[in-house]
């Protein structure tokens, strides 16, 4: 009786441990939203049920120079149609375009801090919300701009009315690699912008919005011990990446996939993502010659950016967000592949 005792003892432990290393965390999950008015149709209302959506992160506004140049200003506020659905919470993002603080001094950059707080406040009550519990910042910075957003976050941080508000702010691969000259943001959490990676400008074949490859340079190795909580942003987005004479002439909104596959538009160059124009293109202003590169995201693509992040977080809770919430976008992403994605984390 005593032997079963001390078996029964031995096993239950065991078993314990086998099932909680078995239990895998389920991450909050969500969307970016990047349009200027807020609407939803019912493929993105289904999109967000489907995934079982949290937070919708909705850029209010950015913030770059005026015309002339000389003062950095709130350009392209979003304007809302209809209230974000109370079964998600709304998260405020403001994009800084890093090139407004060469020419700023702290009082200027306090000065933008206080315009920012009444605008973004102003905006939530017209998404039909009564609060937010977090602001994130979306900044590209760099070296020289570094200490002056960093200044921006920190100052935030301080005025009374986001005092029970958390200040986020994206970060890039290069920013997490390259610590030494990025910094690390003045902030709690981070998110992860895992797109974007590859030179955009560079005429050839490859696909700038994400590979493997610069991935895995970026952040093998580094990203475990980046000292921050930390979410995951997603790449759903296709685009066309246009260049004449192999120089980049910038990314066409009037082209489309069925464009690109009619041969009498376009000649496409085998085993890659490259499409030559074979006569004008007046609806587009493109010239017969110029080259088109095909960029998309497929499945494959994220599940294998899935599975690496799983490996490098180590079982760390974190959101995973997709961007972005769009009719278009998501046409090209079923819930099956979403829940799959959000499954192999």
Not at 136 to 148: A, E, F, I, Y
Not at 200 to 216: A, E, K, P
Not at 246 to 273: A, M, Q, R, V
């Amino acid at each position: 009786m005593l032997r079963k005792t001390q078996l029964f003892l031995f096993l239950v432990p065991l078993s314990l441990l086998f099932l909680s290393s078995c239990t895998k965390t389920k991450h909050e999950t969500g969307f970016y939203f990047w349009k200027t008015v807020f609407q939803l149709d019912t493929i993105e209302n289904r999109a967000l049920k489907e995934i079982e959506a949290k937070s919708v992160y909705v850029r209010i506004i950015d913030i770059d120079f005026d015309p002339s140049g000389v003062q950095a200003v709130p350009i392209s506020p979003i304007t809302f149609t209809q209230p974000v659905p109370k079964e998600q919470q709304l998260i405020p993002v403001v994009f800084v375009n890093q090139r407004i603080f060469a020419e700023m001094d702290s009082l200027q950059i306090r000065g933008l801090a206080n315009k920012i707080v009444p605008f973004v406040t102003a905006k939530i009550q017209q998404a039909g919300k009564d609060k937010f519990t977090e602001l994130q910042l979306d900044c590209d910075w760099t070296k020289t701009s570094r200490d002056k957003f960093f200044y921006l976050l920190t100052y935030l941080q301080e005025l009374p009315a986001l005092k029970e508000i958390m200040v986020s702010s994206t970060l890039r691969l290069h920013q997490v690699k390259n610590t030494v000259t990025s910094g690390i943001p003045p902030v709690k959490k981070v998110m992860l912008m895992c797109y974007n990676m590859g030179n955009l400008r560079q005429f050839g074949n490859q696909n700038s919005i994400l590979n493997q490859q610069d991935l895995r340079t970026y952040l093998s190795g580094t990203l475990r011990n980046y000292p921050m909580e930390m979410d995951i942003a997603l790449p759903l987005f296709q685009w066309f990446v246009v260049f004449r004479n192999n120089n980049y002439i910038g990314i066409s909104k009037h082209i489309n996939e069925e464009d690109i596959k009619d041969t009498s538009l376009f000649t496409h160059n085998p085993n890659t993502n490259l499409y030559i124009l074979s006569k004008d293109l007046s609806k587009a202003n493109l010239k017969k010659g110029d080259v088109i590169r095909f960029e998309s995201i497929n499945q494959e693509d994220l599940l294998q950016t899935a599975k690496f992040l799983r490996g490098e977080l180590k079982g760390k809770e974190h959101r995973i967000i997709f961007y972005h919430l769009d009719q278009a976008t998501l046409a090209n992403h079923g819930a099956a592949e979403l829940q799959k994605i959000i499954a192999a984390f």
